[in-house]
């Protein structure tokens, strides 16, 4: 019997299946489709999810981003990293990384799909495989979470329904910066990830095209006039997922699988490393239950700070100020992002 079957080959479920195997674990990854995966994100990496990357022996490639800079029609504000700098890679690219160092530690990859999941108190099984433990990777609208009954319920108090849109654009970057462009409509982020090549992604509740969305960003659209498309429009959405518990029996969530609030801070992949470790160590300990807590722990202050900010972002009085407040108090701003990343 494995000790840990993973469902999701993407950078939760891949990070988690090399850090077990790095511990010794006997691992075997599920994933149907073939890689490397594309998806719509901001393809931006915090500078510490790199580090952690390195340390699991995962090479990136990409164009490095010094901060983040927050627009709008009169404010622009700058916040550069006291720590050491972001990485902006291509999502294909960092798939495909992660894949490498999966086949370097003989960690099966095998196409299929999980399928329904039965558990004792011993063991868990899926698609044919016994397992320990199921490392639940499936993403954000993941079936596991599904079938096991621990999504949490939309109430009508929930926040507007956000969406996401992304597409890249051969230009070289005009910025070391990521820039994040705000309007009534969303927020635009630009992400440098080649040196002739930027990735946009446009967050909002409003429906349309992309290019529709860019009319209510016209400086970035300006910059965007002579800019050829590079990639197929790729949408992802609805961004919030309630999850009301993330542990199973010996199934555990990991990943946008196990929660996700909105992309607004950028710290999806950042919170999925740190969370699968967490994940592995309780595996190591045999001890699942408390990986909840461990969870809660790690993700809480990027948790807070991204729900305070986009319970700004859906209040009409509020929203118009969060890019003069940033620029009135740039030693804050600059304070958030860096506790950020």
């Keep these: 019997m494995i000790d840990l079957l993973v469902a999701g080959c993407g950078p939760a479920g891949a990070a988690t299946a090399i850090r077990a195997a790095l511990a010794g674990l006997s691992v075997v990854v599920l994933e149907p489709r073939q890689g490397p995966i594309d998806k719509a994100c901001g393809e931006g990496i915090a500078h510490s999810a790199v580090n952690y990357l390195d340390r699991l022996g995962v090479e990136l490639t990409g164009r490095p981003f010094h901060g983040i800079r927050y627009l709008d029609a009169d404010h622009s504000v700058d916040a550069r990293f006291t720590a050491g700098p972001g990485l902006g890679v291509r999502r294909t690219t960092l798939h495909q990384a992660l894949l490498d160092r999966l086949a370097e530690l003989n960690v099966p990859v095998i196409p299929a799909r999980v399928g329904p999941i039965t558990q004792n108190t011993t063991s868990v099984t899926a698609a044919g495989h016994t397992a320990r433990y199921l490392a639940a990777a499936d993403g954000l609208h993941s079936p596991i979470r599904r079938q096991l009954g621990l999504s949490g319920e939309r109430t009508a108090q929930s926040a507007p329904t956000r969406r996401g849109l992304r597409r890249h654009y051969q230009v070289s970057p005009w910025t070391d910066l990521v820039e994040v462009y705000w309007s009534p409509l969303g927020e635009a982020y630009v992400t440098p990830v080649a040196d002739d090549l930027v990735g946009v992604a446009v967050l909002t509740t409003a429906r349309g095209t992309l290019d529709s969305h860019l009319d209510a960003f016209p ?10 498309p590079a990639s197929t429009v790729m949408g992802a959405g609805p961004l919030r997922q309630h999850v009301h518990q ?19 801070t950028g710290e999806g992949i950042a919170v999925a490393l740190r969370t699968s470790a967490e994940l592995v160590d309780c595996v190591i300990a045999d001890r699942p239950a408390d990986y909840e ?49």
């Design 219 to 228: 400086a970035l659209k300006r910059r965007l006039s002579s800019a050829t």
């Design 246 to 264: 993330r542990v199973s029996g010996r199934v555990l969530l990991v990943g946008d699988a196990a929660g996700y609030i909105d992309a607004l």
């Design 293 to 341: 807590a461990a969870w809660r722990r790690v993700s809480r202050e990027c948790r807070l700070l991204t729900a305070s900010l986009l319970w700004a972002r859906n209040r009409s009085l509020l929203a118009p100020h969060i890019v003069p407040a940033a620029a009135r108090l740039p030693g804050i701003y600059a304070h958030i992002v860096n506790r950020l990343s």
